[in-house]
């Protein structure tokens, strides 16, 4: 079991940046691949971005490609998401997720509660 919660959402103008956390607990935190999700209104959830357990090996959608970063700690049982050169399309609620990597990012049923991110134009 893991249990997440996000934080570091708010409201940017467009080009600014925000970092997302997400502090994981339970057990083995550190063998789950980690990835974010967005879900903006009357969208569906879609994925982010996702890193492996060691951190080694990073996944991005292509529209946040060179804009997002993602990071682990895993001494802190947190993982990061850095957005900068935010765009108006980027405002959704951002959530994390504990899941696996079979060619693709598989999520796992853990996710977190999510957190806002507006980027005013």
């Known amino acids: 079991q893991v249990q997440l919660v996000e934080s570091g959402g708010g409201l940017v103008q467009a080009g600014g940046s925000l970092r997302l956390s997400c502090a994981a607990s339970?057990?083995?935190?550190?063998?789950?691949?980690m990835g974010w999700f967005r879900q903006a209104p009357g969208k569906e959830r879609e994925f982010v971005a996702a890193?492996?357990?060691?951190?080694?090996?990073?996944y991005y959608v292509d529209s946040v490609k060179g804009r997002f970063t993602i990071a682990r700690d895993n001494a802190k049982n947190t993982v990061y998401l850095q957005m900068n050169s935010l765009k108006h399309e980027d405002t959704a609620v951002y959530f994390c997720?504990?899941?696996?990597?079979?060619?693709?990012?598989?999520?796992?049923?853990?996710w977190g509660q999510g957190t806002q991110v507006t980027v005013s134009s």
């Open positions: 997720n504990a899941g696996g990597y079979r060619g693709t990012y598989v999520p796992y049923n853990y």
């Open positions: 339970g057990r083995s935190f550190s063998s789950y691949v």
């Open positions: 890193i492996t357990w060691s951190g080694g090996s990073t």
